[in-house]
């Protein structure tokens, strides 16, 4: 399928040359051609078939972050959650099917502007009166932000709004229900969506702050199986978490994209490298790969590929095994997006910078990817803040999550001593960790930790799974560079040590950098005409060309001008 869509028309259009809307408009195509191509039923987004997961780690992805980000909260998010009520809720069938053909786009409206991450204490209302429920915005910090609700691009949308149900006066917590946004020309009376400036340097969507004025929803846009039941729920934060049951499949699913997006900046930045030369001993060309600082970013960025590639699709098995207990699913999903989000970020802008001024530019996809990368952080749950709830349950040991054996690696040994560490600790600190001092010395731990548990579950995956010798010793010596005092301190790796370590990792996987390059199956889905002398002078060819015919009047003025 992938094979087909990088070949179609509308993913060979060179976006930097389109307007701001232009490009929007394309990305809501472009989601339209993905639903289409893989046809997917609702019982596939359900249970998150592996159709699911082909669609959603598609490399496709990874060219387009604002199409992505269309399908990730239309599919994973409004169908998603809907499509668990369908035995219960026939009259959701109608609404489920225009979503899967797209010709309604489905956005999940659960964050305000006043709450941000802390979306179990939303404002918004949801009234029952005889015959329905009326939504309301109570004040502009109740203000859902941020998703896309503009009716600029001519496709209906329809919103999954988290509000406070209020019956009888009185507050029932937070549900869903189904709110019509607009239609292909205007807004519905009394939503408003007020579009936001853009993201710098990303690819651009309409994303919106919606607000709601006494808008009349009928008694079935409550999304529950049981229309009737409006009883405040005997665990409030544990049915939040039961409404919003998509977001850690969302966690999982968003990270994809960005593990590609490391394949393509390592392929984009190791073509560029071989092919760029320098004038070297006797003027003969030195091609800048034979540098050790340009050796280092790019086998560092193909090593990471590789191995988040492979532990990828062993952690979504994992995410989405029934028997496991929920929270560890959640768990893994959250280390899987923190350790390959934080390697991307790494990654990304160091090979980016490798590539000189090229690397800078659109057409090279690196500088946007890099900023589009930082969408992704906050996407279904920030990094920091799902470290820190995960970290805090872990050193609680309130459910435990399986790591590598100490045994395997010096990354599983390092990943058991951070958590057991801050376990010993815990027990020395008087307040626990609802004092002051887990807040100052414990949280800022947390997300170390978490990627270390992340570092040691991708290295095995990989060693288990046979990867090259050459690119696990490179990956471990990248994971060594973010705790080298650990190291140091407790394997005694000094200073000296790691640097010969790296370098003897490095000397190793040099002569088969071209192999692993092209073993990321990557290369159909670059453009980046760097990638080539031929590439680059066609894609020079596309570019404005301005000339004139105006001449100086005089050498004077040419020195005035100066």
């Known amino acids: 399928m992938s094979k087909q869509l990088n070949c179609h028309p509308l993913f060979t259009i060179r976006t930097e040359f389109l307007s701001v809307d232009e490009r929007v408009s394309l990305s809501y195509k472009r989601a339209k051609l993905l639903m289409q191509t893989y046809n997917l039923s609702a019982t596939d987004i359900q249970v998150c078939s592996q159709r699911y997961w082909s669609m959603m780690t598609d490399p496709i992805m990874s060219l387009d972050t604002a199409m992505f980000t269309i399908l990730a909260a239309h599919v994973g998010l409004a169908i998603g959650t809907l499509s668990r009520h369908l035995k219960q809720r026939p009259d959701f069938r109608d609404l489920v099917n225009s979503l899967l053909r797209f010709e309604t786009v489905g956005i999940y409206l659960l964050t305000e502007r006043g709450h941000g991450l802390d979306a179990f204490n939303i404002e918004t209302t949801a009234t029952k009166i005889p015959g329905g429920f009326v939504i309301n915005t109570p004040r502009e910090e109740a203000s859902k932000f941020m998703p896309a609700s503009t009716p600029t691009f001519g496709i209906p949308k329809v919103a999954l709004v988290m509000a406070r149900l209020i019956f009888d006066g009185e507050d029932r917590g937070p549900r869903f229900f189904v ?35 006494n808008v009349l929803v009928p008694h079935t846009a409550l999304v529950a199986s049981k229309l009737d039941d409006y009883s405040i729920p005997e665990f409030p934060l544990q049915a939040w978490w039961n409404e919003v049951w998509r977001i850690p499949y969302g966690t999982m699913a968003v990270t994809a994209p960005w593990i590609a997006s490391i394949k393509a900046a390592a392929y984009i930045a190791g073509k560029y490298s ?21 050796q280092w970013p790019i086998i560092h960025a193909t090593a990471a590929a590789h191995v988040m590639s492979n532990w990828y699709p062993i952690a979504i098995q994992q995410t989405t095994d029934k028997s496991l207990d929920p929270r560890v699913r959640h768990g893994i999903a959250v280390i899987v997006k923190t350790t390959a989000c934080r390697h991307f970020q790494r990654c990304v802008p160091e090979v980016a910078e490798r590539c000189g001024a090229q690397g800078t530019f659109e057409h090279n996809y690196m500088a946007r990817i890099e900023n589009d990368g930082k969408g992704v952080i906050i996407a279904e749950g920030d990094v920091l803040t799902l470290c820190i709830r995960l970290f805090s349950e872990l050193v609680l040991q309130r459910y435990h999550i399986a790591i590598p054996d100490p045994s395997e690696s010096l990354l599983a040994q390092h990943a058991h001593s951070m958590l057991d560490e801050n376990r010993d600790l815990l027990r020395q600190v008087p307040d626990g960790h609802r004092g002051e001092t887990f807040n100052s010395i414990f949280l800022p731990q947390a997300e170390p930790t978490i990627e270390a548990i992340g570092h040691a579950m991708a290295y095995s995956a990989a060693l288990h799974s046979g990867l090259p010798r050459p690119i696990l010793d490179v990956y471990e010596c990248a994971v060594i560079r973010r705790d080298p005092a650990w190291y140091s301190e407790n394997v005694g790796l000094t200073r000296l040590s790691q640097r010969l370590r790296e370098d003897k990792a490095v000397t190793a996987a040099m002569p088969h950098l071209g192999r692993y390059l092209d073993d990321l199956q990557i290369e159909g889905y670059v453009s980046a005409p760097i990638v080539s002398d031929e590439a680059w002078k066609e894609y020079v060819d596309t570019m404005p060309v301005y000339v004139g015919n105006a001449v100086p009047r005089s050498v004077d003025q040419v020195q005035a001008m100066l």
């Open 274 to 294: 071989t092919r760029r030369c320098i004038t070297g001993k006797g003027n003969n060309p030195l091609p800048i790969i034979s540098f050790r600082t340009q």
């Open 179 to 213: 709110v019509p946004i607009c239609n292909e020309q205007e807004m519905y009376k009394g939503v408003e969506s007020i579009r936001l400036g853009p993201r710098a340097g990303t690819s651009p969507l309409d994303f919106s702050i919606t607000r709601f004025h």
